[in-house]
């Protein structure tokens, strides 16, 4: 794939695509112009892969291709998450590799990433053309504060990038350190701003906000909640759910606690978490076929973070295939 990915180097570059002058609708009957310049931030050595110059011919990110769409659909699906972070050749292989793991058991994953890299998309959808990529979005380094308008504006101009590289009509938003500081009662939020904010993103879009509500105080499930409920009130949105994140969530009364603050909250159906990185907190792989059983939502989201996620990919397909099989019999 060229010296950049022989020597690990992940140089930005800048593509300029021209998109033809039509207008489309969009999905609440909004006529948008595609007449304009895409600026892509894309690593080297994403630009120097054998198809790189196929970005726009590829298929939209938000329809599977493939055999994917084929196999058994599960009681419950699921979509694993992976955080593309750190663009080096490495870490992007081994993003593609789970996803080629994962798509023996669904059709589609979760894969977010920092501001300024909607360009690694194409590549991704590329590479793992079964997988209907989910993109994600991490807010941090673009709010100095929760509730800063300029801050979202930067979001918003973000997920717009994300939506005409991949044309998928759902977007997480990862806002775990984002809102840490609210989170500990280090820095008060402005509703009404977060409301000013909140309303630069694109309203065509649908998001996935996490986290949700968490926490083990209930002055923490009140800021959370207080969030949620601002986002609840300006767009089309699912919260992430935490109640069975893991094996010791099942029975903690916080956890029961946080979901029944969201419900009310909840135009759309939650999407349940559940973490499954090893240790002893969160399920192991083996006990995944009795939390999904736990599951009354038809989607989960599936973490085993990015140190597990090719070996997490092949362990959770091997166990779930085999649990599946013996059902069936």
Not at 31 to 49: G, K, N, Q
Not at 166 to 185: C, F, M, P, S, W
Not at 288 to 299: S, T
């Amino acid at each position: 794939m060229g010296r950049a990915l022989c020597n690990g180097a992940a140089v930005r570059s800048t593509v300029r695509l021209r998109r033809p002058a039509t207008a489309v609708t969009g999905r609440r009957g909004r006529r948008r112009s595609e007449s304009a310049y895409i600026l892509l931030a894309l690593p080297a050595f994403v630009l120097m892969a054998p198809a790189a110059c196929a970005l726009t011919g590829a298929p939209p990110i938000g329809e599977p291709a493939g055999s994917a769409a084929d196999r058994p659909a599960a009681a419950v699906r699921i979509i694993p998450w992976v955080e593309l972070n750190t663009l080096s050749p490495a870490a992007f292989t081994e993003v593609v590799d789970g996803l080629l793991a994962w798509r023996s058991i669904t059709d589609r994953a979760i894969v977010s990433t920092v501001p300024g890299h909607a360009g690694i998309y194409a590549e991704l959808r590329r590479r793992a053309p079964d997988i209907r990529i989910i993109p994600g979005l991490k807010t941090a380094s673009l709010l100095a504060t929760f509730d800063s308008v300029e801050g979202w504006e930067r979001v918003a101009l973000d997920v717009e990038r994300i939506v005409a590289a991949t044309e998928a009509e759902e977007v997480l938003l990862e806002n775990e350190t984002a809102i840490k500081a609210y989170q500990r009662g280090d820095a008060p939020i402005d509703v009404a701003r977060l409301r000013e904010g909140l309303g630069k993103l694109p309203r065509e879009v649908r998001y996935i906000w996490y986290p949700g509500i968490v926490g083990h105080k209930e002055e923490t499930q009140r800021r959370y909640e207080l969030v949620c409920a601002a986002v609840a009130e300006l767009r089309d949105v699912r919260f992430t759910d935490h109640r069975f994140a893991g094996r010791r969530a099942v029975e903690d009364q916080w956890m029961k606690s946080a979901r029944q603050r969201l419900k009310p909250l909840s135009r759309r159906p939650t999407l349940p978490i559940l973490y499954c990185y090893g240790d002893d907190r969160w399920w192991q792989d083996a006990e995944l076929p009795r939390a999904l059983a736990l599951v009354e939502d038809p989607e989960v989201i599936l973490y085993p973070g990015a140190k597990r996620w090719v070996e997490g990919a092949r362990s959770v397909s091997r166990i779930l295939s085999e649990d599946r099989a013996a059902r069936n019999r």
